[in-house]
């Protein structure tokens, strides 16, 4: 939630109408996130977090999908796991700038306190 590549993936994947919507799972804040970690890290063979999964396939970690949107290939990748559909969005809706100050001034407050196990 706090880690900046994290906002850029989401960025990314704002920029097109997902149906069905992402799941994107803060792992940061979840309270089993020392167990949880390196779990994925283990499923998926690469600790870099962020993660970008299809049905439980690993698509590719920030410079993947970063690499994949520069080059073109990100939007026909997700299209072709026959999985989910893709639009582009036409225009930015009225008050996203406001949203943008509000999530940016939700993701930078303090770190909230996770009970311990």
């Known amino acids: 939630m706090r880690d900046p590549f994290h906002r850029e993936i989401q960025k990314v994947l704002a920029e097109y109408k997902i149906t069905p919507s992402p ?3 803060d792992v940061d804040q979840r309270r089993d996130h020392l167990l949880f970690i390196p779990l994925l890290a283990r499923l ?3 600790s870099d977090l962020p993660q970008l999964t299809l049905a ?3 698509v590719g970690s920030y410079h993947d999908v970063l690499e994949m949107k520069d080059a073109g290939t990100l939007r026909t990748k997700l299209e072709a796991s026959g999985l ?3 639009r582009d969005i036409k225009k930015v809706k009225k ?3 406001e949203r ?3 999530d940016n001034e939700r993701v930078l407050a303090p770190k909230p306190i996770v009970d311990g196990f």
Do not use: P, T, Y
Request: proline content about 0%; charged content about 30%.
């Open 23 to 25: 799941l994107i799972v």
């Open 44 to 46: 998926f063979g690469n």
């Open 56 to 58: 439980g396939d690993l």
């Open 84 to 86: 989910v559909r893709i």
């Open 95 to 97: 008050g996203a700038k």
């Open 100 to 102: 943008e100050r509000l």
